[in-house]
């Protein structure tokens, strides 16, 4: 494996503004080779959504990993879309994995995405 | 988490048939019970709704209790029946053990827990296989080897008492040695117990009896093989596991006919000591295959009390049903088919609901457990309450792709136990972006869709058509699959087969079908199955274990069995993806004369490009044609998708070499295709799982619900 530091280009945003309009479904080789690397984390701690209401409500929840132990929800905000549960889960990965801050939502939505 | 679970004592009735209903209601809360037929089970808004009708006359309030699930498997020998009480004895056992860090992993029990009295061998973590003995009047001593025990290394244990004495030995030998490691010794004890006052207790394998009656603790993970009992001199029992492999029954070889009855469901016909890889069946070699498999988590049957039953009235129509128990704070759905009285209802169409199917996801725990499920499907899992419900209670058991907690495949699931994602308003992690909907809630879909079109349909389950084979489809014009008909006894295979090649007409309405073999427990209805053979999916059955304990037949993808499903119903499994699904754009196939037919009304060169399963017809898992795996020559290829996410990778079956790019210019896509049959029959295949979802699109108006009445009027009219 590569230099747990250097898996992910901190400067380079292009994917993550294409995943910010687009969180599922097609995806770039730009930005599916930082998805692996953000959806790859082990079972322990990995975050997940809990759904508080069908269709309506999500929450961000991590998983024990343990057997027996269910996900549990962390503090944060409730969204009412899955996209922006995804958003702010990546936001989450991105800041663990590289270190660096992303930008806020307005910023990355603003400056479009790479269809 | 949920408060109110159940299940039923069946899953098919026939009209004038009862069926019976076991609830628990967590502390003890009364509840509302009532049957309702289902029609549509998603709730998502962009869809038609939910929709479920309350079936008159059959709902009621149940003073409601709490029951539990006891997992754990055991063997459960009454060798007080033919021994006087238990006094000097000697034990042994060979075995192989999982989770021998664990502790209390008992080996082998012949204790009475209220006075105390009798033995217990057990690995007990560090200190290793220990011996407790008690006189049952406050007496008792316990043994420590403390030598260590390597998983899924084979040993021979013994465990030794003199009731003149009072000397007590423990002994375990390794059958490999490694240099360096010592894992092979023996150690005694004057014990100063002069009886060991036990005179009604069973001799327990893989566990001990725990406080209640019929309970059970200290549950052992790993195989066992060969245990042979002695009080003093005298044997009392040998029992050989390779006998009966299939039955739940533990044959005594000895004088005694100590015949025992094992407890939910360990693994049989798995390989013991002395498989030497020469052979890869039980039946040819069954001295080799004369270990059972023991988990902690094993569940076969929770064994609840009914709270409460129903007789479904002679005139009901067939159809999904269900028993909904409610509280103001939860709910549960106990769904259950009503299939045709014998001969049909009349109606020209049944729909086979893949029931075995069902039971292979039943619970399954693999966004949970497995890191990978979330590149799978390219989007971070949601848990939905009954997710969460299970994640919490692992005594509910796993699915056919879970593994148990020793890390060994679960190769049986059964329905004698809540099933927390066979359930309407179920939504999946597998399902998709969307409505989310995988099996059960998807398969509404269809049923939702023949309603709205007035088209009568009897409902038929996978344990129907093995209990009944061809016969049960007779009687109907047109034969419908569900969204993903994945996993069929050879007795099915054979009747649907039967069925086409009889003038039958198939209406395949998902994709990856046909596709695992499966083996129905040969005595005890609703419990299935799987040997994965080579092929992995979760887990891989380990070497020389491919052949079913229930049925003696090789198990693993009918593909390699030499029945693909292209050879049936001309498409087979070719990939997967569970992020968005896509469209299908017609081929030149398509504006055939013959295909004249399926194509009325239909303008359109894009199909499917909506719907409630991941935005499109053509998604989540896909079919295609492949001369090679026996798609007929006379095949029409209708329609093929396209546009399809990265996400969607060929079948690992397919992989025969890796290299760069393999992804990108694999062909993972759906084909639709029709193709007469030499019986006079017909199919129509949609090669795609999602294709259910997209019906409903435009108030049921659009080109995928064309096609398919297209299909369905020209098929339940073709004999008449």
């Avoid at chain 1, 730009?30 to 953000?38: D, G, P, S, T, Y």
């Avoid at chain 2, 217990?120 to 001593?141: H, K, N, P, V, Y």
């Avoid at chain 2, 566990?207 to 009392?236: K, M, Q, S, T």
């Avoid at chain 2, 998709?432 to 995988?438: D, K, N």
Wanted: proline share 5%.
């Amino acid at each position: 494996m590569r230099n747990r530091a250097t898996r992910i280009d901190p400067t380079r945003l292009d994917p993550v503004r294409e995943f910010w309009v687009r969180p599922i479904g097609h995806h770039s080789a730009a930005l599916e080779a930082v998805l692996n690397i953000l959806r790859s984390g082990p079972v322990a701690g990995k975050y997940c959504l809990i759904c508080l209401k069908p269709h309506a409500q999500w929450a961000i929840g991590r998983i024990s990993g343990v057997r027996g132990v269910p996900p549990a929800r962390i503090d944060g905000p409730v969204f009412t879309t899955i996209e922006d549960a995804e958003r702010h889960v990546f936001r989450l990965r991105w800041e663990a994995e590289t270190g660096y801050a992303l930008p806020h939502d307005e910023a990355l939505w603003s400056e479009g995405g790479a269809e | 988490m949920k408060s109110l679970l159940g299940y039923a004592d069946k899953i098919s009735i026939a009209p004038g048939e009862t069926i019976a209903f076991k609830v628990s209601s967590e502390d003890a809360a009364a509840y509302d019970a009532a049957i309702v037929r289902l029609f549509n089970a998603d709730t998502n808004p962009a869809g038609p709704g939910y929709r479920e009708q309350s079936v008159p006359d059959a709902n009621w309030r149940i003073a409601g209790r709490h029951q539990k699930v006891h997992a754990g498997s055991c063997a459960v020998i009454p060798v007080h029946r033919g021994a006087s009480a238990l006094a000097s004895f000697r034990f042994s056992v060979l075995v192989w053990p999982t989770l021998p860090d664990q502790m209390d992993q008992t080996i082998a029990s012949l204790w009475q827990p209220a006075s105390g009295a009798g033995f217990i061998l057990a690995f007990a973590g560090a200190q290793g296989l220990s011996l407790r003995l008690g006189d049952g009047t406050g007496g008792s001593a316990t043994l420590h080897l403390g030598l260590p025990v390597l998983a899924r290394h084979w040993y021979r244990v013994e465990a030794i008492f003199d009731v003149e004495t009072g000397r007590a030995q423990v002994r375990q030998q390794a059958l490999v040695r490694y240099p360096g490691i010592c894992d092979s010794g023996e150690t005694g004890q004057d014990t100063g117990l002069r009886g060991l006052g036990v005179e009604q207790a069973a001799l327990v394998l893989a566990a001990r009896l725990a406080g209640a009656p019929g309970r059970f603790a200290g549950h052992f993970n790993g195989r066992l093989e060969a245990p042979v009992l002695h009080y003093g001199e005298a044997l009392i029992g040998a029992w050989d596991f390779s006998a009966g492999i299939g039955t739940d029954v533990v044959q005594d070889s000895g004088p005694n006919a100590l015949h025992g009855t094992l407890v939910q469901g360990p693994a049989r016909g798995v390989a013991g000591h002395a498989w030497d890889g020469t052979v890869f069946d039980w039946q040819r070699a069954t001295a080799q295959y004369a270990a059972i498999h023991f988990h902690q988590d094993d569940c076969e049957d929770a064994d609840w009390k009914t709270d409460f039953t129903w007789t479904a009235p002679t005139d009901l129509p067939s159809g999904l049903y269900a028993a909904r128990v409610h509280t103001a704070q939860d709910e549960d759905y106990i769904p259950f088919v009503v299939r045709p009285r014998a001969g049909g209802s009349g109606a020209r169409l049944a729909l086979i609901i893949p029931t075995a199917s069902y039971l292979a996801y039943a619970n399954e725990h693999l966004a949970l457990d497995a890191a990978l499920a979330e590149r799978v499907h390219d989007h971070v899992p949601v848990f939905g309450p009954n997710d969460l419900h299970l994640a919490a209670h692992r005594e509910l058991g796993g699915s056919l792709y879970d593994v148990h907690d020793d890390g060994s495949g679960i190769m049986t699931s059964s329905r004698h136990r809540p099933i927390l994602n066979m359930r309407p308003k179920y939504q999946s992690w597998l399902g998709g972006t969307g409505s989310s909907l995988w099996q059960l809630a998807a398969d509404t879909h269809l049923l939702d869709f023949l309603d709205a079109n007035d088209i009568a349909c009897d409902c038929i389950t996978d344990e129907d058509l093995h209990a009944e084979g061809a016969a049960i489809l007779s009687p109907y014009a047109c034969v419908m699959t569900a969204t993903h008909a994945e996993y069929w006894s050879t007795r099915m295979h054979d009747a649907l087969l039967a069925y086409r090649d009889g003038g039958g007409h198939i209406m395949h309405m998902g994709a990856n079908a046909l596709y695992w073999r499966i083996a129905f427990h040969p005595t005890r209805p609703g419990i299935i199955e799987v040997r994965r053979a080579e092929v992995g999916n979760g887990w891989i059955t380990p070497p020389g274990e491919a052949v079913h304990a229930y049925s003696g037949e090789p198990g693993g993808l009918w593909r390699r069995l030499g029945r693909a499903p292209q050879s049936v119903v001309g498409v087979g499994f070719v990939g997967q993806g569970f992020d968005v699904s896509s469209y299908y754009r017609r081929l030149p196939d398509s504006y055939r004369q013959e295909a004249a037919f399926i194509f009325a009304g239909v303008s359109d060169e894009i199909i499917g490009d909506f719907g409630l399963i991941g935005g499109g017809a053509a998604g989540l898992e896909l079919d295609r044609t492949e001369a090679a795996l026996g798609t007929p020559p006379n095949t029409l290829v209708l329609a093929r998708s396209e546009n399809h996410t990265r996400n969607y990778l060929p079948t690992v079956e397919d992989l025969l070499i890796n290299y760069a790019g393999q992804a990108e210019t694999s062909a993972v896509y759906a084909e639709m295709v029709y193709f007469d049959c030499a019986g006079g029959g017909a199919v129509f295949a949609t090669g795609s799982i999602a294709w259910a979802g997209s019906l409903s699109h435009n108030g049921y108006k659009n080109n995928v619900s064309q096609i398919t009445l297209n299909v369905l009027r020209r098929f339940l009219h073709a004999n008449e």
